[in-house]
């Protein structure tokens, strides 16, 4: 079947075409995964499990993310495309698993927003000191500036992640420069990095971090849902993962290893705030409120970065006919997916009511905004982690296929390293159960993998040319290996 190109769509399912650079598309990339927000508010979701081996999890999350960042880029060098996991997918383990993936990565991404913008409820309420009947009332305003900036041009809101991000990052990398020169609370040390300061069960309590870990770096690969928008995506989209991989690594080991020697191996996991700890321990009390900020502010700007990943696959599934159509058109003047961005929206606060006046209190003595935080980030990361997953193994099936100097090193055992990692994170979020309305996010990712199989199944008998589509419609096509190599029917595609 000959493929389509944003060309050929009519002029109201168009994006904005090279509208991004590659500063902007790294932008996206970090701003998603959204640094200051990670370093403030997700550690302590690591440090209950993983205790005083905190950087060990976050390492062991990042070599993880690393090596799926290897499978992502020799993806992006062959297409670009909106939904790149939808696409990616369907082109290695066929039409009905890139539904299926799509179908996963929109809702886990979607799971991102109400999280994000509780942090920045919570946040803003603490700073400036109102009580918690303020804080869904401030939910619902981030919402009303979440659709905002989501639906003008792109590339206003990214310019924008990018200073940002960069405030916010200089700021806390000061404090991990003083707080590691200092010593912190015992002297520097390589505890961190051994399974036997964890808070619960050694290794169980590693794995099981893992999954805020890697919480804190989903987003990396995100620059690739707009592959469509940016100018030159071959190159401009593998430029802006490895920055944005290498950059989260190398920070976020620094900055939890800074915080656990700062509060203490044996004390970390106690400590709620420990990224504003340090701050005000080792630096200034005011350095310790800015971190406080930035985290906030961060925290919207990946709330943004969420909901416009996630629309782009919800536009990408509508465009092509697996989703109501209505969904894959776009805004006359700004080219964005309206129509996706108004559902993400509406989605996000259905369940933001759910989390906060209908599931049962975990007693975390944390609140309703962080219940809200700690659920959804849960939920979207195992929904997420499952599309990882199944990128690793379609990258295997994929360069095997397309690569001319295929190596088994390189496009076998790297793919699987991440899928390993990713597995046993899944497997600590199960055994043994968190409390709930933790121990319900395993089920709700079950029951949502399911639903997404019987659609597709169904679809796949009442409208087979709609399936036939999943995966064709790309911005761009191509590449060295596509010179000479021709590209083999993927496993199980509609031809």
């Known amino acids: 079947m000959a493929l389509e190109s944003t060309h050929e769509l009519a002029p ?13 598309a790294i932008a996206i990339s970090v701003s998603v995964l959204a640094p200051g927000m990670a370093m403030f508010l997700n550690v302590n979701g690591v440090a209950v499990q993983a205790g005083g081996a905190t950087p060990l999890a976050f390492l062991l999350g990042g070599v993880a993310c690393l090596a799926l960042a290897f499978v992502v880029i020799g993806f992006t060098r062959r297409m670009a495309s ?10 290695s383990l066929g039409k009905e698993s890139g539904f299926v993936a799509g179908w996963l990565y ?3 991404l979607a799971c991102f927003v109400p999280m994000t913008l509780a942090g920045v409820a919570y946040l803003f309420c603490d700073l400036v000191g109102l009580s918690n009947s303020w804080l869904f009332p401030m939910f619902l305003v981030t919402m009303v500036l979440l659709v905002a900036f989501s639906i003008i041009r792109i590339k206003v809101t990214t310019r924008l992640q990018l200073v940002i991000g960069i405030v916010t990052v200089v700021v806390i990398l000061i404090v991990d420069i003083v707080t590691t020169a200092k010593g912190g609370a015992s002297g520097n040390t390589a505890k961190p990095f051994t ?47 490895i920055a944005a991989t290498g950059f989260a690594i190398l920070f ?63 536009y990408a599934m509508g465009r092509e006919g697996v989703l109501p159509r209505f969904l894959g058109r776009t805004h006359a003047r700004f080219q964005t997916p309206v129509n996706a961005t108004l559902l993400v929206a509406g989605a996000a606060l259905v369940m ?31 929904l997420v982690i499952v599309v990882y ?64 199989v019987i659609i597709v199944f169904g679809l796949r008998s009442r409208n087979p040319e709609a399936v036939a589509r999943i995966g064709s419609i790309l911005g761009e096509e191509g590449g060295e290996d596509a010179e000479d190599v021709p590209e083999k029917p993927a496993l199980g595609a509609t031809t």
């Open 82 to 91: 909106a939904g790149y996991a939808y696409t990616y997918v369907s082109r």
């Open 252 to 314: 976020y080991i620094w900055s939890t290893y800074s915080m656990t020697i700062g509060v203490g191996i044996d004390k970390i996991a106690a400590d709620g705030t420990p990224l504003k700890t340090i701050a005000d321990k080792y630096v200034t009390h005011w350095v310790g409120t800015l971190t406080e900020v930035g985290a906030m502010l961060a925290a919207f700007i990946v709330c943004v970065g969420c909901a416009t990943a996630s629309t782009r696959t919800v």
């Open 352 to 382: 933001a009511l759910l989390s906060w006046y209908a599931f049962p209190d975990p007693g975390f003595g944390v609140g309703r905004a962080l219940d809200t935080y700690y659920f959804w980030a849960t939920l979207g990361t195992l």
């Open 106 to 108: 929109a809702f886990g």
């Open 389 to 452: 997953i199944g990128l690793c193994f379609g990258g295997m099936i994929f360069f095997r296929r397309t690569q001319r100097r295929w190596n088994p090193l390189a496009h076998v055992v790297v793919p699987l390293i991440a899928a390993v990692v990713f597995a046993a994170a899944l497997y600590g979020s199960i055994h043994p159960a968190p409390p709930a309305p933790l121990s319900y996010t395993p089920y709700i990712t079950l029951a949502w993998l399911v639903v997404g």
């Open 12 to 24: 109201e399912q168009r994006l904005a075409k090279g509208a991004l650079s590659i500063p902007d």
């Open 195 to 241: 399974f036997s300061h964890t808070a619960v069960g050694g290794f169980h309590g590693v794995f099981y971090g893992i999954i805020f870990g890697i919480t804190s770096y989903i987003g990396f690969e995100t620059a690739a849902d707009f592959g469509e928008e940016t100018k030159n995506p071959r190159r401009a989209i593998p430029i802006a993962i």
